[in-house]
T-cell receptor, first 110, second 114 residues
C-alpha cells in the first residue's frame, strides 16, 4: 500500500526567502505526481503535474522535481510572498489509486 | 472558480437524517471523484466515476452512496452517518480516470454530523 509523507508539517519563513517542501512515497512504481495548493476552507488548486518519465516541471516561481527511484519529490518556491501562505499537498497516482500526503502548512510573514 | 461547483458549502445533519451532496463540472470532463478530508489526516479517495461508470470504491461504508446520472453531475447520498464522518468532502473531475491527467477540485462541502 502506497504511503505518502510530507515534511515538514508546518513551515514559517520571512517574505523573500526561497524554500523547499518535501514529499516522499514508499512505492516507486508511480505513474505521476501532482502538487496542489489548498487555502483554508477551500478546495485544491493544481500547481504542477510531473509524469513518471520527467524529472522536473516549472511554473513561474515554482519548480517541482521528481526522483522516482528514491521515492522523493521536492517543491521549490522562489522569492516567497505572503500570498504563498497555504497548505501544499503532494499526491501520487499508481494502480488506479491516488494517495495524498498530509500536507505542509506554509506561512510567509511580511 | 475552477469550473467545479459543489452544493451545499456547509451541512449540519443528525445521525438519522438523509441528505445529498451535489457536484457539477462545466469542463467537459469524463471522470469525477469524491474525496474525504478529515482533520489532520491525508485526503482519501472515496469513489471514482469514469464515463459515468463507477470504477473505484475504496472500501467506503454503505452509508455513503454515490450517483452519477451523467458526466457533468455527481451526487453523494448520505444516510445514518456517524459523528466521525464529519469532514470536508471534495469533488474533483478530470478528462478521464488515468495517469497523466490533471484533476480539478471543487471548493468542498463542510459536513458536520451531530
Amino acid at each position: 500500500k502506497q504511503e505518502v509523507t510530507q515534511i515538514p508539517a508546518a513551515l514559517s519563513v520571512p517574505e523573500g526567502e526561497n524554500l523547499v517542501l518535501n514529499c516522499s512515497f514508499t512505492d516507486s512504481a508511480i505513474y505521476n505526481l501532482q502538487w496542489f495548493r489548498q487555502d483554508p476552507g477551500k478546495g485544491l488548486t493544481s500547481l504542477l503535474l510531473i509524469q513518471s518519465s520527467q524529472r522536473e516541471q516549472t511554473s513561474g516561481r515554482l519548480n517541482a522535481s521528481l526522483d522516482k527511484s528514491s521515492g522523493r519529490s521536492t517543491l521549490y518556491i522562489a522569492a516567497s510572498q505572503p500570498g504563498d501562505s497555504a497548505t501544499y499537498l503532494c499526491a501520487v497516482y499508481n494502480n488506479n489509486d491516488m494517495r495524498f500526503g498530509a500536507g505542509t502548512r506554509l506561512t510567509v510573514k511580511p | 472558480e475552477t469550473g467545479v461547483t459543489q452544493t451545499p458549502r456547509h451541512l449540519v445533519m443528525g445521525m438519522t437524517n438523509k441528505k445529498s451532496l451535489k457536484c457539477e463540472q462545466h469542463l467537459g470532463h469524463n471522470a469525477m471523484y469524491w474525496y474525504k478530508q478529515s482533520a489532520k489526516k491525508p485526503l482519501e479517495l472515496m469513489f471514482v466515476y469514469n464515463f459515468k461508470e463507477q470504477t473505484e470504491n475504496n472500501s467506503v461504508p454503505s452509508r455513503f452512496s454515490p450517483e452519477c446520472p451523467n458526466s457533468s453531475h455527481l451526487f453523494l447520498h448520505l444516510h445514518t452517518l456517524q459523528p466521525e464522518d464529519s469532514a470536508l468532502y471534495l469533488c474533483a473531475s478530470s478528462v478521464r480516470w488515468a495517469g497523466g491527467v490533471e484533476q480539478f477540485f471543487g471548493p468542498g462541502t463542510r459536513l458536520t454530523v451531530l
